[in-house]
């Protein structure tokens, strides 16, 4: 029997060519966009559960107030987790690790000692591969962070560095602030996809402990602020609330600060929930499921409507199998059968749509996802259910209108037009177009704001400027580099900062004039002199020419700092309690992200930047004059930056593409969405043509009938259309103000954003109303042009 239905099916599917190509496409390209995001939505949330206490595992942060000033500190001392461990009998066991802020040069021995610059340095305590589940493949788990200066690489470290060799007991070369020289000890497996934790190497923390340059990250002798993650195996899952309150004791004996506290973060809900570094992950989390759902229904919503809308040519085949005995729960299974044979179809389409497009997918999301997740129990599972899930709804509505039609009525031809639920037909097609035209107004607004980043004043000069990082190898050159980089032709100015623009700044807290004044937490950025000119600030108080910048301790402060620590109007010449003396104001500038506000900003300019750079390293800015050949200049600057330090790969940067670095996840969301956009729009527009046609092939004989009495052309057409354009029109009131409010909440997330303007709206009714003026268009033109004898000739 089930084959039987099977048959009819295929007989059906394959009789029917162009309903069946709109049925299947729509809904493979449909599941094959769920397909991809459930796969991304399920390997967000599987972050860091495949380690074997994963529940058991939680990381305390601080939450620091200081002069009326919040601030979150994902990092801690390095004593805290001794400390913690020894006065909380609730904390089983506990592992430190400290990821190195900035690339290291390793040094490669298979090609001359050849430097690269490699990423991903971490630091670690000797139990780190016993308390986390990363697999070692060669080496002792409890011995290969054992002693000082002893490393583990990862699977592709080792190969890049030692070939089919094996590294252990060979020794690799790192420079950090300083170089060193490292036993490997072992191997480990790259780390998961799905893992917070990432490492290229992991070295001993006691060779951080003997580095001379340990005491600046080593922090406080407290539990406290530090540079070290600190994750805590708890007895039992339990207990974490206790020891949070316990931790909160603690703190409240420490003075440091106006007020600490802690909270503690369970392992697998760092990576979405705790993420201070990129919270981009949780904005997709929310927005691409829905989407996904969206584009499946409309999928859905084809099939359906097109399904029952040919009601009529099945009718006479249920009549005849109710007469000869059939149930309706029989005839309902076979319309389910054939809705599985079409759904598995498209599945399988889909599925292979979604492994074509795949590396596109995860390049815009910045992602890896490992094929050995692809391939896991729980992502196959999923796709079953996901499967079994779209047959059940794509064969609901079909199998309930088609087994409910009366034999007798169907046999003698009465046999309604608007059997098969034509009001659902309608719903469907409105529904379709609403989905579309909301996703139009939100695409356009979405681009529009990331336009809006990119283009607006941001009140410093970021255009054509070079950040070239300097380190401390330079030793006393780098005042002969900065002058020879001045020489070169096609450089217009030259400037120095400790950090890059836009990569970062130091916080540090300020006193305001009197007691009563509260404290502000500044942002800090070293400078020389010519940073101010060179980056085209505006100065409202003093003149650039009249200030002194000879002595220490003078800074230069923002608008936003002078207000909030209640200087006077002028506040040249203020003091602040720390010692630092205001020698000028520049405007407000945005030196962080156009997502929040602008924060109160020092600049500390240095006097001496040989001195002071030598030390700690810098950034040096070359502002470029316009059509200068690019190639050419950044080979010159190369040049000169070998001649002063061979051993450190040349490295370079664009303050713009630094600045436009910052709205990436916007810039993933539009790119991905525009792509959403462009699916649902078509998707409507294939169910829209199904629909139309079949409508049209329904009323051949009202056609001819009305082309005999003397109907033109434009009037045939324009009767086949406005049905199908009041649908239309429906849809376009009702996305409105949905895009409206979604979009509205999406832009209070930043600090600067555009408003949303009238254009918007009738820019995505004047899309959907073009297309679906030519799908109606082109099948009703064609019914207006036929012959009328024909048309009436036909059964």
């Given amino acids: 029997m089930i084959f039987n239905y099977v048959k009819i099916a295929w007989r059906n599917l394959t009789k029917q060519r162009l309903y069946s190509f709109i049925n299947i496409s729509g809904l493979a390209v449909g599941l094959a966009v769920c397909i991809m995001i459930m796969m991304y939505v399920t390997h967000e949330m599987s972050y860091d559960k495949f380690h074997k206490n994963s529940k058991r595992i939680f990381i305390p942060h601080a939450s620091l107030k200081l002069g009326g000033s919040t601030i979150n500190m994902e990092y801690l001392s390095f004593v805290s987790g001794p400390m913690i461990k020894e006065s909380q009998p609730v904390v089983e066991s506990y592992v430190r690790t400290m990821g190195y802020f900035k690339p290291v040069i390793v040094s490669k021995p298979s090609a001359g000692n050849e430097k690269i610059s490699e990423d991903k340095l971490l630091f670690a305590d000797p139990n780190f591969f016993d308390f986390f589940s990363f697999k070692l493949i060669s080496g002792s788990v409890s011995d290969v962070l054992k002693k000082p200066f002893q490393i583990v690489l990862s699977h592709d470290m080792a190969l890049k560095y030692f070939g089919s060799q094996s590294p252990v007991g060979k020794t690799i070369v790192l420079k950090t602030d300083s170089t060193y020289t490292y036993q490997v000890t072992g191997v480990a497996e790259n780390c998961p996809s799905n893992s917070s934790i990432k490492f290229n190497f992991v070295a001993s923390n006691s060779s951080l402990t003997t580095m001379k340059e340990a005491p600046q990250y080593l922090g406080m002798q407290n539990i406290g602020p530090g540079s070290f993650n600190l994750y805590l195996c708890l007895k039992h899952t339990a207990d974490s609330a206790l020891l949070r309150r316990n931790l909160d004791l603690i703190a409240k004996k420490d003075k440091s600060f106006d007020e600490e506290k802690f909270a503690l973060s369970a392992l697998p809900d760092v990576h979405l929930k705790y993420n201070f570094s990129d919270s981009s992950n949780i904005k997709y989390l929310k927005i691409f499921p829905v989407v996904a759902i969206l584009i499946l229904l409309l999928a859905l919503f084809n099939y359906m409507s097109l399904s029952t809308s040919r009601a009529t040519l099945r009718a006479k085949e249920v009549g005849v199998r109710k007469v000869s005995g059939a149930s309706r729960k029989t005839i309902a299974v076979q319309f389910y059968i054939e809705s599985a044979l079409f759904t598995c179809i498209s599945f399988i389409i889909g599925y292979l749509l979604c492994y074509a497009f795949k590396p596109w997918f995860l390049n815009v999301l910045d992602l890896k996802i490992d094929n050995s997740f692809l391939y896991s129990p729980v992502v196959l599972c999923l796709l079953v259910a996901l499967l079994l899930l779209t047959i059940l709804i794509a064969g609901s509505y079909p ?124 942002a800090s950025l070293v400078v020389d002199k010519d940073f101010i000119t060179t980056m085209g600030l505006q100065l409202k108080y003093p003149s650039i020419m009249t200030i002194d910048f000879s002595g220490k301790n003078k800074v230069l402060i923002n608008e936003v700092a002078a207000e909030q620590l209640h200087l006077p109007v002028d506040p040249v010449g203020s003091k602040l309690k720390s010692g630092d003396k205001v020698v000028g104001e520049f405007k407000n500038f945005n030196f962080a992200s156009l997502q929040s506000a602008i924060l109160p900003l020092s600049l500390s300019i240095v006097p001496d930047s040989s001195h002071y750079f030598k030390t700690n390293g810098c950034v040096l800015f070359a502002k470029i004059n316009a059509h200068t050949n690019l190639p050419t200049l950044i080979n010159a600057i190369k040049n000169r930056y070998s001649k002063y330090d061979k051993n450190t790969p040349f490295n370079y940067s664009f303050a713009d593409d630094t600045f436009n670095e910052q709205f990436k996840a916007e810039d993933r969301l539009a790119a991905i969405f525009g792509v959403f956009t462009y699916i649902t729009v078509i998707m409507a527009t294939l169910g829209l043509f199904g629909l139309a046609a079949f409508t049209i092939e329904q009323r051949t004989k009202e056609i001819g009938v009305r082309k005999i009495l003397g109907a033109s052309v434009l009037s045939i057409n324009s009767l086949i259309s406005v049905d199908f354009l009041k649908l239309v029109l429906l849809a376009i009131v009702i996305a409105s103000p949905i895009g409206w409010w979604t979009m509205n909440s999406w832009l209070q997330g930043f600090a600067y954003h555009i408003s949303i303007q009238w254009w918007v709206f009738v820019v995505a009714a004047l899309i959907a109303i073009i297309t679906s003026v030519v799908t109606i268009g082109y099948h009703s033109f064609r019914a207006a042009i036929a012959n009328p004898v024909n048309s009436l000739r036909s059964e």
């Fill in 399 to 522: 199998s309930f209108v088609l087994s409910a039609f009366k034999p007798v009525a169907t046999l003698k031809g009465k046999f309604s037009k608007g059997t098969g639920g034509t009001v659902i037909r309608k719903i469907f097609t409105t529904l379709q177009f609403t989905i579309s035209v909301a996703l139009i107004i939100c695409g356009l607004i979405i681009n529009k704001q990331l336009y809006f980043f990119r283009h607006t004043d941001i009140g410093i000069n970021k255009d054509n400027i070079i950040m070239i990082p300097v380190s401390n190898s330079f030793g006393n050159n780098y005042p002969s580099f900065k002058q020879d980089v001045r020489s070169i032709a096609g450089v217009s100015g030259i400037a120095t900062s400790h950090y890059a623009l836009f990569k970062g700044y130091d916080m540090f807290f300020y006193s305001g004039k009197t007691k009563n004044d509260k404290g502000v937490a500044l």
